[in-house]
């Protein structure tokens, strides 16, 4: 194993796991809201349509606020910022138990959505600040892990607390968002003493170690032109941002579209409450797969474009055939094929804003991107629900979806002809000479 290999390794030990675990909580926060629909819709007088905009509200929230909160965590740190956002989103989630009324549920999902703003961009922009670009794919590939394992685990978690339906006066639903939202303010106090903010405050990078990350992150700065704004919300003004935010719209409006709604999908499969949630985790294993192969291939084969672009194109045909077959075991198959191509773009898109800026520009850049991509987590849910009530079935929500992912095809051939316009790279300099 080469010196280069073992330090990478070595951070990753140190570092991912624990990333995982709390975006993995995080995105099990926001994801129980599906499952928490199939019986709080009638106890608060709830409608398709109704869900659909409320579900979406949290990401109008954290479009707001994603902005401001990643340049205060580049001012105060990572770990005192992501413990400030874990104890918020975990007493706003604990809140979601107590509403009463459609009114309620817009605007605590609004709170909760402007309480967790900035931690995925954060560790995204924590990410560049720990790995040079040739190594982040793989990196953002185990990070992004933890939607699909999350996934996976609250479907199953969520048919379990809603059968605790009545136990000392509370609804499942309720014992649902109580059960979710205790974990994130019990790892506040553990993020403030584990986390790390940079390479150069730990004791277990040596002195020659953390010499040879910070030259490769420099030559990474010099190799692919990264642009530092001395105002880093100049960032947001910059075309390659934009362009990038326009690209990742499509993928956020394909997988919380898909994701809010697929319970209700499963559900009509047949079968109890139960019976949906495990159903429900069998994508996600698929997504788990690509996540373990294409970023890899993709760092590998020093290719993200032409990636990015087989998986749109495998997303909107499988998107497509979920719709338009008609036996459960065909659409649950096509479904995994989405799952496999959704999040596998995810962790490929996500190592090219990186490529382009760093410092707090990339924080701002990064949060940019994100926020404007999370607005489809906005218009994914809402879009859904309204055409499921216009006209009677769930199958041209999920046509919607597939022309969404056809337009993310072409705005990837778009996007490549306007950004990758620079000399070939330079192969780095491995530590230690090897």
């Not at 709390?22 to 819709?41: C, E, P, Q, T, W």
């Not at 499963?266 to 294993?285: C, E, M």
């Amino acid at each position: 194993m080469s010196p280069e290999t073992r330090l990478v390794r070595l951070i990753t030990v140190k570092l991912i796991p624990f990333l995982i675990l709390l975006y993995l909580i995080a995105y099990i926060d926001r994801s129980a809201v599906g499952f928490a629909k199939l019986h709080m819709g009638a106890d608060i007088g709830l409608g398709d349509a109704a869900y659909g905009m409320g579900a979406g509200l949290f990401f109008i929230g954290y479009f707001l606020f994603e902005i401001p909160s990643n340049l205060m965590l580049d001012r105060f740190g990572a770990r005192r910022w992501f413990a400030r956002i874990l104890f918020t989103w975990g007493l706003m989630t604990m809140g979601m138990a107590w509403v009463d009324s459609p009114s309620g549920f817009y605007a605590m999902r609004f709170l909760l959505g402007a309480a967790e703003a900035g931690f995925f961009p954060g560790v995204l922009y924590y990410i560049t600040q720990w790995y040079p670009v040739r190594h982040r794919g793989k990196i953002l590939g185990l990070f992004i892990l933890s939607q699909p394992i999350a996934m996976m685990v609250t479907g199953p978690l969520s048919g379990l607390l809603l059968g605790l339906d009545g136990l000392n006066g509370l609804h499942g639903w309720q014992w649902l968002f109580l059960a979710i939202g205790a974990p994130a303010v019990l790892l506040a106090w553990p993020t403030l003493r584990i986390l790390p903010d940079r390479p150069d405050q730990v004791g277990w990078l040596s002195v020659e170690e953390k010499a040879w990350l910070l030259g490769e992150l420099e030559k990474d700065r010099h190799e692919y032109g990264q642009t530092r704004h001395e105002n880093p919300l100049h960032a947001l003004k910059d075309k390659r941002v934009l362009l990038l935010a326009l690209l990742f719209l499509p993928v956020t409006l394909s997988i919380y579209g898909l994701g809010l709604w697929l319970p209700t999908i499963v559900h009509q499969f047949g079968g109890s409450v139960l019976t949906t949630g495990f159903v429900s985790a069998v994508p996600y294993i698929f997504g788990i797969v690509g996540l373990l192969i294409v970023p890899r291939s993709s760092d590998r084969l020093n290719d993200r474009y032409g990636h990015l672009a087989a998986l749109h194109g495998l997303g909107a045909c499988a998107m497509f055939f979920s719709a338009w077959l008609g036996a459960p075991v065909l659409q649950l198959a096509a479904l995994s094929l989405v799952a496999f191509s959704l999040y596998s773009i995810t962790a490929v898109f996500w190592t090219l804003p990186g490529r382009f800026f760093s410092g707090a520009s990339a924080a701002a850049c990064i949060a940019l991107i994100n926020s404007f991509g999370n607005l489809g987590g906005y218009l994914g849910p809402f879009a859904i629900g309204a055409l499921k009530e216009y006209t009677g079935n769930l199958a041209s929500g999920l046509y919607f979806l597939s022309a969404v992912l056809c337009f993310g095809l072409l705005l990837t051939g778009i996007v490549y002809q306007r950004l990758e316009r620079r000399p070939a790279q330079q192969r780095p300099a491995p530590l230690g000479g090897v």
